[in-house]
């Protein structure tokens, strides 16, 4: 799939989602990602369409299909330098629930590279008994294509 195809696709669930104002929005948030190149948030976008598990088989199919076009272009992202830009991204762009933002928030934690220039006991005394915020940033981060 390229990113004309990627778009059409995205056309098809923009039909068939129309009733589902959230939806149409992130699929608008996912062609304009497509559209410039932002393929890190276009994964992102994926990700809030795809939580959503009751899905009519047509609307699986395209999903799935974008999957795969998503995933390739953030993989193509993490393994250039893109990374260095990832790192500079704001926490903000993880779309972590709010205890887990304003958690990093207090610790001074701005962007994706301070966090993972943490050590593991500066993470856990950051975070200090909410364990949970921890495994939600690491696999936040993954999509990124950082395996943490």
């Not at 190149?37 to 990700?47: H, L, R």
């Not at 958690?103 to 301070?114: I, K, Q, S, Y």
């Amino acid at each position: 799939m390229n990113k004309y195809e990627a778009l059409i696709c995205t056309g098809k669930l923009e039909i068939l989602l129309q009733d589902q104002e959230q939806m149409l929005k992130e699929i608008h948030q996912l062609q304009s990602c497509i559209v410039g190149n932002d393929y890190v948030n276009a994964g992102i976008c994926f990700y809030e369409l795809w939580k959503h598990s009751e899905w009519s088989e047509e609307v699986f199919q395209n999903l799935k299909e974008l999957s795969k076009f998503v995933t390739t272009e953030n993989r193509k992202v993490a393994a250039g330098e893109s990374k260095d830009i990832v790192t500079k991204r704001s926490i903000e762009d993880l779309n972590l629930s709010v205890r887990a933002y304003n958690c990093l928030m207090r610790a001074g934690v701005r962007t994706v590279g301070d966090y993972l220039n943490l050590n593991s006991d500066e993470k856990q005394k950051m975070v200090g008994k909410n364990k949970k915020i921890i495994p939600e940033v690491n696999e936040k981060l993954k999509r990124f294509g950082f395996g943490i």
